[in-house]
């Protein structure tokens, strides 16, 4: 073994070397995703100076293979002997920010991103910067995008000349002649703009965030909206009229509904960073005048962000700003031609009516409410149904329970199952906020029902509805409304439904406790054993071993035990193996 | 919802059920956002033929003017008169630059200008099918296409009127004008794609100073296309005016071209939607090599490099594209890139799909082919030999079994020495290949012990640490004075590469105290 160890220290890079070479990416791939051992292996001297060398020179390879390597040395500090080193992970990290292809762009970017912190604030100017610079005036675009996404964080640790030269560079990239360079220097604006000085943000970024928001390309546009959020919320109050409204009112306005969409999907967030005032004055007709867009989309996301808009209106005059300039719209949008806008209106519509109280939501939500419970779309209906429990606590149930019925009964029956499953999902919730009566007569039918529904899914979903309900409602209500009904369907001419009923006690036995479990359910089970379709018979022994817990040893022993023993000698292969595999689980043997 | 068929009942509301519901209406209207209000009730002008000479240049400003008016399309029963009169009027436009000698007066360009903007540009309104699929799913048509259509008509023949005097238009019909006309291409409607083609085309002709442009702005869109979005309806339309560029291309090639080729059509063979462009795409990449066959090389490798990996359909595009560079190519080139041109196809004729395979092996049926075969055949026939050996044995598909026969034949009548000689150590070379195999695999294994006793290795140094001693590994008598987070690190680094053996590693801490 002596000899080997001097070799060892050798063929790493050597089998490195050779994989890398193959021709078989997947064997590159492996190759690359275990550098880290190579790594280890050579030490941290031999990984400077031969193995980072060579990873640079021979870049060039499948995108998956540079993605896995840029990938890999974010995390090579340490593999390289510290932060005095890190500094040499840079020459490959550099080429691979320079790659066509996004993801492997990216990778390279954040790695790069992740050993700035690494790097000593003298390292920082040294070495990092300047490959920043270099990048930023690359020839192919693609260097410059990567340039992007590292000033901010070389920025706030070198000196004041370095910052000036880091902000200069900045500019430029943001009035590059492609697009792409502009999309992406205008997606870090607002990174930058937070760790610059805040004499600067005025200065430097207010135009740059000017020029880019009135960019001849939408896709660039709509990305200084997103910038907006965080210049917005640098700046002292005071400055926030001259300075951002009047570009957000031009994005608020623009010709492109992209941008425009993208005013709507901020508008939470603009509406925080610019404070009550402004909100007030401007951002109330702005939002007004996105909610009646003339494309859907924008009406959508505009009509999602409804309730988080009039939560965070200030509080002295928000109700008098929703009553007169907000309900109106929402009103509009419940009878849109869209049914996205509809839905999304839906999802939110019920938070409205813990914001206005109970007289308002009465006289001006309700019915809005009952409009969209009667709505010809399906999610429309279960947006609302699904978020009655804010109604609940405002006006109780009681006034929304005559609408509501006919709704869920429609749902109850719809043609797609998806439809079927998802109001089956809310039963529970309903049935808490209904209160035990309503739910006895009027829904309990329709519970029922679902159990012999012909998609299973359904099925077992109306299974586990059972459960809850009588976890909410007590084992006495069960034993009463119903364990009947569902120990009634073991004499079903289907088998299907007779193996429901099974279903139906393994989810009930715990809730419904021994004494029922003991006295109904366990003789039908037991009876069910003789039933001629074998998928019946195993069940039966699948259920036994789930309700076994829940009986007394009693009853295991002298008609649990029995049965599965009979089970076990069954002619059916399956009925065999899990009558034995119950016995064992009960440990009945 | 009357209409539900029985398999979306059976299925439920997948997205795209749902989307079928909703799709009732075909056209939309173009995004124009609260251009102008409510449009004023036109009254008819006089007809333009009518007029004196001396006053047609005034109507037909008027009627140009007239024209800018916009019409809601969605609403089919507003305006109905105004609409009419627009598409009269429009229509005697198009009559009037058309036929008429000396109408276009330099005071004319920006009126007609204008109005072309007016009308066609415009955001393009979102799709109503998010996941639009142009193959299988109808295009959403633009709704205002009677006005539409009538002026991109009176745009043609504007710039083609024996008058048209570029000099002067290029004050109108400048970048931003280009820029706008370019992002309709990505309008859903192909009617409206159709005729942007023809007269972009008249304009890079006529407009020499927009030249590069244009194609910057092109290139622009394709890296947009190809890295960011992924999504562009024009492609196909773009690509068939470049085709007829390139072929207008100066020789020798400049870098610019050539770089457009490496950097911008060779990745876009990446698309997902290859197969909506592709003719086109392979037709202007044939175009450059015919121009410079020294790109021959690096084009083969870029599109081996970019070479599909699951998808059938495109891999089949692909073969088809080699083959048409075959068919160009020459023997000197084809020198250059036989080894990794042949290990594909060797791997494509193996492929269980049998289109793959099926077209791979129509190769053998190009008689030019077969000829650059036969001079090079004792470097391809090694290469190729293997998977056609295996194949001929294993593959499902009787026709691809018979036509690898016949293509084994063929390669034996070439080379029969040599053929013979690659039967008889066909085992042998399999044999071969497995040991390989096993070998990397111990290769690795020692790799993977060397790593962990590396990593005890630095664990054990870190005497910082109290609770770090490893008493399991027998190499700790070494001794770097590495820093105490290394320690750290390396266990952090070695979780990456392989959990199971982390577990061992860090399983010694607590075994030591």
């Known amino acids: 073994m002596a000899g080997a160890d001097g070799d060892d220290s050798l063929y790493p890079i050597a089998v490195l070397i050779d994989e890398l070479r193959n021709e078989d990416v ?20 031999r990984t400077r100076t031969e193995l980072l060398p060579f990873l640079t020179d021979t870049i060039y390879d499948e995108d998956e293979v540079l993605l896995a390597l840029a990938e890999q040395l974010g995390n090579f500090t340490m593999l390289v002997g510290g932060p005095e080193y890190v500094h040499c992970l840079l020459p490959p990290l550099e080429s691979l920010a320079t790659v066509e292809e996004t993801v492997v762009r990216d990778k390279a970017v954040e790695s790069l991103r992740k050993i700035s912190q690494e790097h000593s604030p003298v390292d920082l100017e040294v070495h990092f910067e300047p490959l920043v610079k270099r990048l930023a005036s690359g020839d192919w675009f693609t260097s410059r995008t990567s340039a992007c996404g590292l000033f901010s964080v070389c920025y706030p640790r070198v000196s004041s000349t370095v910052k000036a030269e880091i902000r200069q560079h900045f500019r430029t990239l943001c009035s590059d002649d492609t697009p792409m360079v502009r999309r992406a220097a205008a997606s870090k604006l607002g ?15 207010i135009s740059l965030f000017t020029a880019l928001a009135s960019d001849e390309q939408d896709s660039v546009r709509l ?11 640098l700046l002292p109050q005071e ?110 519509i019920m938070g409205l009516s813990t914001i206005l109280g109970k007289d308002n939501t009465i006289e001006h939500l309700l019915p809005l409410f009952l409009a969209q419970l009667k709505d010809e779309c399906p999610e429309v209906r279960l947006n609302i149904i699904s978020n009655l429990d804010c109604v609940n606590e405002v006006i ?159 009853a295991l022993q002298s008609e649990v035990k029995p049965t599965l023993e009979k089970l076990s000698g069954d002619s059916d292969m399956d009925v065999k193996y899990f009558a034995q595999e119950a016995i064992i689980v009960l440990a009945l043997a | 919802m009357s209409a539900i068929s029985a398999s979306e009942k ?40 009518d007029a004196p000479s001396t006053e047609q240049q005034e109507l037909f400003t008027q009627k140009l003017q007239q024209c800018c008016m916009l019409f809601d399309f969605l609403d089919s029963v507003t305006d109905l008169k105004s609409k ?36 066609i540009f415009r955001a393009l309104p979102p799709s109503d099918n998010p996941d639009f699929d142009p193959e299988e799913d109808e295009p959403t048509l633009e709704a205002s296409w009677p006005h539409m259509q009538l002026v991109y008509e009176f745009l043609l023949r504007f710039l083609e009127n024996p008058d048209f005097q570029p000099s002067i238009a290029k004050r109108h019909i400048d970048q931003k004008f280009v820029l706008q006309l370019l992002e309709l291409f990505d309008s859903e409607d192909p009617r409206e794609r159709d005729f942007l083609k023809t007269i972009l085309h008249r304009i890079y002709g006529k407009f020499l100073g927009l030249r590069a442009f244009i194609r910057k702005q092109i290139n622009n869109i394709f890296l947009r296309f190809i890295y960011e979005t992924e999504h562009f309806n024009g492609v196909a339309e773009l690509l068939e005016i470049l085709g007829s560029i390139i072929n207008g291309f100066a020789l020798p090639l400049k870098a610019e071209h050539k770089q457009f080729l490496m950097k911008v059509l060779i990745p876009l063979h990446t698309a997902k939607g290859l197969a909506l462009f592709h003719a086109q795409l392979a037709y202007c990449v044939v175009q450059f090599l015919e121009k410079d066959p020294t790109l021959t090389e690096p084009v083969i490798r870029g599109l081996l490099k970019f070479w599909p990996k699951t998808c059938s359909q495109k891999e089949v595009m692909f073969l088809g594209e080699i083959e048409e560079i075959l068919d160009v190519i020459e023997p000197t080139q084809f020198k250059k890139i036989q080894e990794p041109l042949f290990k594909q196809i060797s791997k494509c004729v193996a492929n269980p799909h049998f289109q793959v395979a099926e077209r791979a092996l129509y190769f053998w049926n190009n008689e030019y082919i077969l000829s650059l075969i036969e001079e090079n055949i004792d470097k391809v026939l090694p290469i190729m030999f293997g998977s056609l050996y295996r194949i001929s044995k294993e593959h499902w598909n009787p026709t691809i079994v018979a036509l690898v026969y016949n293509v084994l034949k063929t390669l034996m009548e070439m080379n029969c020495t040599l053929f013979d000689e690659l039967t008889s150590s066909y085992k042998a070379d ?60 390396a266990d952090g680094a070695a979780e990456t590469v392989d959990g199971k053996d982390t577990m061992e590693a860090s399983e010694s801490t607590p075994c030591a105290k």
């Open chain 1, 239 to 348: 400055d926030l009229e001259t300075l951002v409204m009047p570009t957000l009112r031009q994005a608020a306005e623009d010709k492109s509904w992209r941008v425009r969409y993208m005013v709507a999907d901020k508008f939470s967030e603009l509406q925080k960073a610019v404070g009550p005032e402004i909100t007030k004055n401007d951002l109330v007709p702005a939002f007004q005048n996105l909610l009646k867009d003339c494309e859907a989309e924008v009406r959508a996301a505009a009509a999602n962000k409804v309730k988080e808009f009039c939560e965070n209106l200030p509080e002295d005059n928000r109700e008098q700003i929703i009553m007169t300039h907000i309900l109106p719209c929402v009103k509009e949008l419940v009878s849109d031609t869209n049914q996205h806008v509809k839905s999304a209106l839906a999802s939110v």
């Open chain 2, 10 to 49: 059976v299925d439920g509301f997948t997205r795209k059920s749902m989307r079928k519901a909703q799709k009732q209406r075909k056209s939309q209207g173009s995004s124009q956002y609260r251009t102008q209000s409510a449009p004023v009730e036109l009254s008819p002008l006089p007809q333009l033929k």
């Open chain 1, 26 to 45: 997947q064997l590159r791939l492996n190759s690359i995703k275990k550098l880290s051992t190579i790594a280890l292996a050579l030490g941290v001297e």
């Open chain 2, 84 to 119: 009419e009169i627009k598409r009269a009027t429009l229509n005697e436009l198009v009559d009037f630059v058309s036929t008429n000698r000396g109408v276009l007066v330099e005071s004319a360009y920006p009126e007609i200008t204008n109005m072309i903007s007016t009308n």
């Open chain 1, 191 to 205: 990174e930058f703009a937070k760790v610059l000085e805040l004499d600067y943000v005025k200065s430097d970024i």
């Open chain 2, 430 to 489: 399999r044999q071969r290949e497995k040991k390989k195999e096993q070998e990397r695999d111990e290769l690795w294994k020692k790799l993977e012990e060397l790593r962990l006793s590396n990593a005890t290795l630095v664990q054990n140094n870190s005497h910082g640490l109290p609770s770090v001693q490893n008493n399991n590994n027998n190499n700790n008598n070494n001794s770097n004075n590495d820093s105490v987070n290394e320690d750290k690190s």
């Open chain 1, 223 to 233: 990305l200084a909206v997103e910038a907006c959020v965080s210049i917005a919320t």
């Open chain 1, 396 to 554: 109780g149930i009681r006034q929304l329970s005559q609408s509501l019925l006919p709704a869920i009964v429609e749902l109850a029956e719809d043609a797609k199952w998806r439809v079927r499953l998802a109001i089956i999902e809310y039963m529970p919730l309903l049935a808490g906020q209904l209160g035990v009566e309503f739910f006895d007569e009027k829904l309990n039918t329709l519970c029922m029902a679902w159990l012999i529904d012909h998609v299973y899914a359904i099925r077992e979903a109306a299974t586990c509805n059972l459960m809850k309900l009588v976890e909410k409602f007590g084992a006495e209500w069960a034993q009463n409304t119903i364990v009947p009904k569902v120990l009634g369907m073991a004499n079903d001419p289907n088998y299907l439904h007779r193996m429901t009923t099974l279903f139906c006690i393994n989810a009930l036995s715990e809730a419904c406790g021994q004494d029922i479990t003991t006295k109904q359910m366990l003789p039908v089970v037991l009876k069910m054993s003789n039933d001629q379709v074998a998928n019946v018979r195993f069940n039966v022994a699948k259920s036994l071993q789930k309700i076994g817990p829940v009986l007394d040893s009693n």
